[in-house]
C-alpha cells in the first residue's frame, strides 16, 4: 500500500537555525512528490515540484530534494514567517491523474 | 491572476441536512480535485473533475459528490450530514491533470 510518512511532526528553531524536514514515501511509481506550507485555516501554498531523484528545487530559504525513497526540505537560516506546517504529497503512476497522496505534515515554528 | 476561490469559507449545519460547496478554479486551469482535511485524517482525497467528467475517486461514501460545469467551476455536495463530516473542505485547480495543484482558501464545514 502506498504511504508517505513525514518527521518530524513538529520542529521548533530559533530564528536562525537551520534544519530539514523529511518526507519518505512507498510507491510503486513515482509520477511526482510535492511540497507545500499550510498556515492555519488556510488551504496549502505551492512550493515545489520534484520528478526524479536528484533534483533540487529552491526558493529563498527553501531548498527540496528528492531521492529514490525520500525527500528532504532544508529551511536555511529561518525566520518567524517560515513558521507554518510543511506538507509533502506523491501523486504515483498506480493512481489515476490529478490525485494527490499527503502525508500527515511537519508543523515548523520558528522563535525570534 | 485570481487563484482559486471557495464559497462559501464558513457553514454550520444540522445534521441530516444538506450542503453543497463551490469552487471557481484558476482562469484556464481544467482539472479540479477535492479534498477533505481533518486533525486526524489529514488531507484525505475526494475525487477529481477534467472537462465536466469525474476521472477519479477517493474512499468515501455515495453521500459525498461533486460536478464540473463547462467554464470548469466545480461544486461538492454532502447529503444526509453526519456529525463526522466536519472538516475543512479544499478545491484545487491544476493545468491538466500532471501538473502542480494550487488550492483554495478552503470552507470550514461545522455539522451540529
Known amino acids: 500500500e502506498d504511504q508517505v510518512t513525514q518527521s518530524p511532526e513538529a520542529l521548533r528553531l530559533q530564528e536562525g537555525e537551520s534544519s530539514s524536514l523529511n518526507c519518505s514515501y512507498t510507491v510503486s511509481g513515482l509520477r511526482g512528490l510535492f511540497w507545500y506550507r499550510q498556515d492555519p485555516g488556510k488551504g496549502p501554498e505551492f512550493l515545489f515540484t520534484?520528478?526524479?531523484a536528484g533534483e533540487e528545487k529552491e526558493k529563498e530559504r527553501l531548498k527540496a530534494t528528492l531521492t529514490k525513497k525520500e525527500s528532504f526540505l532544508h529551511i536555511t537560516a529561518p525566520k518567524p514567517e517560515d513558521s507554518a506546517t510543511y506538507l509533502c504529497?506523491?501523486?504515483?503512476?498506480?493512481?489515476?491523474?490529478?490525485?494527490?497522496?499527503f502525508g500527515a505534515g511537519t508543523q515548523v515554528v520558528v522563535t525570534p | 491572476k485570481a487563484g482559486v476561490t471557495q464559497t462559501p469559507r464558513y457553514l454550520i449545519k444540522t445534521r441530516g441536512q444538506q450542503v453543497t460547496l463551490s469552487c471557481s478554479p484558476i482562469s484556464g486551469h481544467r482539472s479540479v480535485s477535492w479534498y477533505q482535511q481533518t486533525p486526524g485524517q489529514g488531507l484525505q482525497f475526494l475525487f477529481e473533475y477534467f472537462s465536466e467528467t469525474q476521472r477519479n475517486k477517493g474512499n468515501f461514501p455515495g453521500r459525498f459528490s461533486g460536478r464540473q460545469f463547462s467554464n470548469s467551476r466545480s461544486e461538492m455536495n454532502v447529503s444526509t450530514l453526519e456529525l463526522g463530516d466536519s472538516a475543512l473542505y479544499l478545491c484545487?485547480?491544476?493545468?491538466?491533470?500532471?501538473?502542480?495543484?494550487?488550492f483554495g482558501q478552503g470552507t470550514r464545514l461545522t455539522v451540529v
Open positions: 520534484l520528478y526524479s
Open positions: 484545487a485547480s491544476s493545468y491538466d491533470r500532471a501538473a502542480e495543484a494550487f
Open positions: 504529497a506523491v501523486q504515483a503512476v498506480t493512481d489515476s491523474w490529478g490525485k494527490l497522496q
